[in-house]
Nanobody, 124 residues
Framework: QVQLVESGGGLVQPGGSLTLSCAASGFTFSNYYMSWVRQAPGKGPKWVSSINLGGTSTRYTDSVKGRFTISRDNAKNTLYLQMNSLKAEDTALYYC?????????????????WGQGTQVTVSS
């Protein structure tokens, strides 16, 4: 069956770095645009970043530009999010999601597949 499994979250101090991974299975990964969406405690989901099919075009929400880098390895069916200079406001549950279009959507219904999430906590 289709699975998106995120990993790499954890507790990190402000200014630190983390790399999230999302392992895809059960569908043709290279045929789907991929995104990261995060949800902070008590708030709705917020789009973070998206990448095109070949990994040659990326988009970011303004608050993470210059600090986060999205990438993908189609040979390994894996999506990544390198996060540097982390701030307390980056604390959230991070989801990876797939879609047939290149979009900056926040609702689960806008995506074909959605993972279970990995928690990122930025705190001293």
């Amino acid at each position: 069956q289709v699975q998106l499994v995120e990993s790499g979250g954890g507790l990190v101090q402000p200014g630190g770095s983390l790399t999230l991974s999302c392992a895809a299975s059960g569908f043709t990964f290279s045929n789907y645009y991929m995104s990261w969406v995060r949800q902070a405690p008590g708030k709705g989901p917020k789009w973070v970043s998206s990448i095109n099919l070949g990994g040659t075009s990326t988009r970011y929400t303004d608050s993470v530009k210059g600090r986060f880098t999205i990438s993908r390895d189609n040979a390994k069916n894996t999506l990544y999010l390198q996060m540097n200079s982390l701030k307390a406001e980056d604390t959230a549950l991070y989801y990876c999601a797939s879609s047939r279009i290149f979009q900056a959507a926040e609702d689960r219904d806008d995506y074909d597949y959605w993972g279970q999430g990995t928690q990122v906590t930025v705190s001293s």
